[in-house]
């Protein structure tokens, strides 16, 4: 093995051996007893001794005469500690995702998941949420409670090394209750019936697509026309008729001002946001303030808000996928920016409920591409994905093990996509235009649209030929005599103006690599996903920078959405995919003074749970509010606000007298939870996140200096972002000629 191999491998898996004796006679009693903490996708286990979530585990389930009835592999998915005084009864234990098992365990855990749905008359929904270990189980202790014995820790890949340390731990095993309804179960509790079916959406700024897996095999959901991919623009004709896809884009030009694109980079947003600042002004379309200080749009005299706007996109989806497959589909599992914050991933969330889809789970772009690349290919590779859409950048660093996909480390940019590659050729071809007939000429939304889509179709051209020529006729009017514009663009110019953009993705992506702890030379393959990213530019620098050729064993376009489509395919399963995401940016408090405490740290493994003690700071205090932030910036201004956590049901004392402890929790989805307890009384406290606050009332709450401005930190940095950002609204000279007040 070379010395590069030896360096890419020192980071060695270590699996912990769990050996579980349980105190069943015989197999019979074992299903009998056990069933109840089985599903088809892992085990739970009540113990008080816990391994913290993602622990690799080899483990195997012995009976009393020493028997195994169960063998295999797994990995924590959730560790939970036991119930606090006066709280609602709760087994400590963990739940292990399977990932790998022996065909005799296989054949052992169907028959026991068989028993659950007749003698326990399970109903659909129990069994259903049963097979999800993401869910919380509670139950209380029998009488007579069973006990295991857990062999030690251990470090060696060998399961045979397991010694008989012999530690017994009294846990309960049995009468484990299925736990509130929860996806599938969900639709059918809002009164509808679950489908049968769940597809997979890649929700994209410009495209979105969606696929099914029937047969075994993956397949893409075309459009009402035949097409891979569906715009992802929502419109309103003259006549009041919504429209949605390629019919709201075929229109664009006659009807920017009601036609809604792009909207991905402003769903989740508040109004008054530093990001959403940036770009507000740049969009065709108006963008207001909607309930709740949150980000919307204003399109023939009505206000929508962003979750509406995407659950237009995906209503479409929905329908034509129910064309399709000829039956009800109400199931999803949804992409999104692996750089998405909180609140943005609560938006996608909402926005599917709006559409008529229980969204069964979120996933990040670039782990679904991960996903579709190595999915039952047995592979033992770190990977880079690098995920150059339409509007967004992301580049992530994932190690797969056969189907447990681990993402290493993150990162991204929001307001980074092809839009403003097609930005960058606009503002030349219009500066040569000019050059051409010797003046600025006014022009309309209308001609800006038809040369923005003439700017895009040569730039996809220029991926496979040298040089094209764009042709528009009567694009404007000089001196009442209208001018054709003709310009002859090559690939070198397209790459000199956009070389800028890629070296931006590049610095992202070596952040990314600084974060995982690796080298160039330690990665197995470089997997390109997005329509930018087959911008021959994009391909030769990352050779340049990496030092090898990226992979074509994935489809730019469609990945994400195949990836997403087998996870959600997965779902349930004997062996199912198991994905282990990080926390994309910081999420903290808010310090007088306008500074920025993180609680849980960006690149912290999912699930993650942390806790802090605060003390009451008065007498007499019954109510305590906290401003939480998301972002990586030491001064909170420059971070997204999530909301103000109110904790409530305080038991008034002198100043000091009461400690609450705070816990954070993050689900595998990166989805935010916070508890809180007072330590001093042993009591649980009412803590809710409410968007309560804007700017105005964060400065007065928090004492920021006046002349503290959002970006005022690092200027260069927010005039590069600005820069690239403007998807309707490229800077330099279409930044002085074309803005809202010419509209």
Request: neutral net charge.
């Amino acid at each position: 093995m070379g010395q590069d191999d030896q360096d890419r491998r020192q980071h060695t898996r270590v699996y912990v051996g769990l050996l579980v004796r349980v105190r069943y006679e015989n197999v019979e009693q074992f299903v009998e007893n056990f069933a109840t903490n089985i599903s088809a996708g892992g085990i739970f286990i009540q113990s008080r001794k816990l391994y913290p979530a993602g622990t690799l585990l080899k483990f195997e389930i012995q009976l009393k005469s020493g028997q195994s009835v169960l063998r295999g592999r797994g990995k924590v998915a959730w560790a939970r500690e036991p119930s606090l005084p006066g709280a609602q009864p709760q087994l400590p234990g963990m739940g292990v995702r399977f990932t790998q098992l022996d065909e005799d365990s296989r054949r052992l855990i169907r028959r026991m998941i068989d028993k659950k749905k007749t003698e326990k008359q399970f109903t659909a929904d129990e069994s259903a949420d049963l097979e999800d270990l993401d869910v919380e189980i509670e139950a209380p202790a029998p009488e007579r409670p069973p006990t295991i014995e857990i062999a030690g820790d251990l470090t060696s890949e060998r399961y045979e090394s397991v010694g008989q340390a012999g530690l017994e731990l009294d846990v309960s095993l049995d009468d484990v209750q299925a736990p509130a309804p929860s996806g599938q179960s969900a639709a059918m509790a809002s009164g509808g019936s679950s489908s049968r079916y769940v597809i997979g959406i890649d929700l994209g700024t410009t495209n979105s697509c969606a696929a099914i897996v029937r047969d075994g095999h993956a397949h893409v959901i075309p459009s009402r026309r035949g097409y891979r991919t569906i715009p992802s623009i929502v419109a309103y004709d003259d006549k009041g008729r919504l429209l949605v896809g390629h019919p709201a884009k075929n229109q664009m030009e006659l009807n920017p001002k009601n036609t809604i694109y792009g909207s991905k980079r402003l769903i989740g947003r508040p109004f008054d946001s530093p990001a959403l600042r940036q770009i507000r002004d740049r969009f065709h379309y108006e963008i207001v303030e909607g309930p709740k200080n949150q980000a919307a749009v204003k399109i023939v005299g009505q206000v929508f808000s962003l979750q509406q706007v995407a659950a237009f996109i995906l209503s479409e989806i929905r329908d034509i996928a129910r064309e399709m497959l000829g039956e009800e589909v109400n199931r999803a599992v949804v992409t999104v920016p692996a750089y998405y914050n909180e609140n943005q991933r609560q938006a996608v969330r909402e926005a599917g409920i709006l559409a008529g889809l229980h969204i069964e789970r979120i996933v990040n772009e670039p782990t679904a591409a991960a996903l579709a690349f190595g999915y039952n290919r047995g592979l033992d590779q770190r990977v880079l994905v690098y995920d150059l859409g339409g509007g967004t950048f992301d580049a992530s660093v994932l190690e797969l093990c056969e189907n447990v996909y681990e993402v290493m480390a993150t990162g991204g940019d929001t307001f980074l996509g092809g839009v403003d590659f097609d930005n960058q050729l606009v503002d030349y071809l219009l500066q040569e235009f000019c050059k051409q007939v010797g003046c600025v000429p006014e022009m309309d939304r209308s001609a800006m649209q038809r040369l923005r889509d003439a700017a895009e179709q040569a730039k996809c051209a220029l991926s496979e030929k040298h040089e094209t020529i764009v042709r528009l006729p009567f694009f404007a009017a000089v001196k009442n005599t209208p001018k054709d514009l003709e310009v002859r663009v090559s690939r070198e110019m397209l790459e000199d103006l956009c070389r800028p953009l890629v070296e931006r993705t590049l610095r992202v992506a070596a952040q990314v690599m600084k974060q995982a702890g690796l080298r160039p030379q330690q990665l197995d393959n470089i997997l390109l996903v997005g329509g930018q990213s087959r911008m021959p530019l994009v391909w030769r620098l990352i050779q340049e920078v990496f030092g090898r050729q990226p992979s074509s064993g994935v489809h730019p376009d469609e990945a994400v959405a195949i990836g997403a489509a087998l996870l959600a395919d997965s779902v349930g399963r004997i062996d199912s995919v198991v994905l282990i995401d990080v926390l994309p940016l910081s999420i903290g408090i808010g310090l007088p003074g306008g500074g920025f405490l993180p609680v849980l740290q960006a690149g912290t493994a999912l699930p993650a749970t942390k806790s802090y003690t605060i003390s009451t700071f008065k007498d007499m205090q019954t109510r305590i509010e906290l401003l939480i932030f998301q972002g990586d910036n030491e001064r909170l201004i420059h971070n997204e606000y999530l909301g103000t956590l109110v904790i409530g049901g305080i038991q008034p004392g002198p100043k000091g007298a009461n400690q609450i402890e705070i816990t954070f929790s993050l689900d595998q989805e990166c989805l935010l939870k916070i508890n809180a307890r007072n330590r001093t009384r042993e009591k649980v406290l009412d803590a809710q996140l409410k968007p309560l606050d804007n700017e105005v009332t964060i400065r007065q709450k928090l004492r920021i200096p006046e002349n503290e401005k959002p970006g005022q930190a690092d200027a260069a940095a927010e005039a590069e972002t600005a820069k690239a950002s403007a998807p309707a609204q490229p800077t330099g000279l279409l930044g002085r000629l074309f803005s809202k007040k010419g509209s």
